[in-house]
T-cell receptor, first 115, second 111 residues
Framework: SAVISQKPSRDICQRGTSLTIQCQVDSQVTMMFWYRQQPGQSLTLIATANQGSEATYESGFVIDKFPISRPNLTFSTLTVSNMSPEDSSIYLC????????????FGSGTRLTVV | AQKVTQAQTEISVVEKEDVTLDCVYETRDTTYYLFWYKQPPSGELVFLIRRNSFDEQNEISGRYSWNFQKSTSSFNFTITASQVVDSAVYFCALGGFKTIFGAGTRLFVKA
């Protein structure tokens, strides 16, 4: 299975600023996903990121707020823009494991607190 | 629509007790995957098991076992002889092109 390095692991940010979260995969993967986990809640898919095309966003999430880059098959970033306290969450990236139909690996998560 | 229901919000047990976490899913797909993940207090998501819709054999891995029943759309997870280190939030998930997560069950194992 792929291994994902996600950073930062945690951050405390001022409202109105932006934070970029990075995920580096140790192998080439076609599909990567970004999830948000609000405090005490389950994981919600933000978007699917494929290399060479724009990310596909789920209902309730927009590119201006959560721009995503996927410059190659091993890397992706998610930016949380113009942050407010409501953006305080854990953000996780995920990748579809090469050669597996529905095998996914998750990064270790970024715990974001907006003050 | 796809949906995963974990009706148990929190479960508290004493160490060495057995505990079963329930998961019921809804999907119209004929091919799908079911997952269980563990999320300890540190926040990372730890993969436990993946089961495809064509394989209804129950699985045992050490103290963990899973009971997949397609007839009732359930994929329950049992921890035998629970330990304090099992304390975590456990998520059941339904996978196709996208993965849909249940709300999670928070398990407290007391010494």
């Amino acid at each position: 299975s792929a291994v994902i390095s996600q950073k930062p692991s945690r951050d405390i940010c001022q409202r109105g600023t932006s934070l970029t979260i990075q995920c580096q995969v140790d192998s080439q993967v076609t599909m990567m996903f970004w999830y948000r986990q609000q405090p005490g809640q389950s994981l919600t898919l933000i978007a699917t990121a494929n290399q060479g095309s724009e990310a596909t966003y789920e209902s309730g999430f927009v590119i201006d707020k959560f721009p995503i880059s996927r410059p190659n098959l091993t890397f992706s970033t998610l930016t949380v823009s113009n942050m407010s306290p409501e953006d305080s969450s854990i953000y996780l990236c995920s990748a579809k494991n090469p050669g597996q139909t529905y095998g996914y690996t998750f990064g270790s998560g970024t715990r974001l607190t907006v003050v | 629509a796809q949906k995963v229901t974990q009706a148990q919000t929190e479960i508290s047990v004493v160490e060495k007790e057995d505990v079963t976490l329930d998961c019921v899913y809804e999907t119209r797909d004929t091919t799908y995957y079911l997952f269980w993940y563990k999320q300890p207090p540190s926040g990372e998501l730890v993969f436990l098991i993946r089961r495809n819709s064509f394989d209804e054999q129950n699985e045992i891995s050490g103290r963990y076992s899973w009971n997949f029943q397609k007839s009732t759309s359930s994929f329950n997870f049992t921890i035998t002889a629970s330990q304090v280190v099992d304390s975590a939030v456990y998520f059941c998930a339904l996978g196709g092109f996208k993965t849909i997560f249940g709300a999670g069950t928070r398990l407290f194992v007391k010494a």
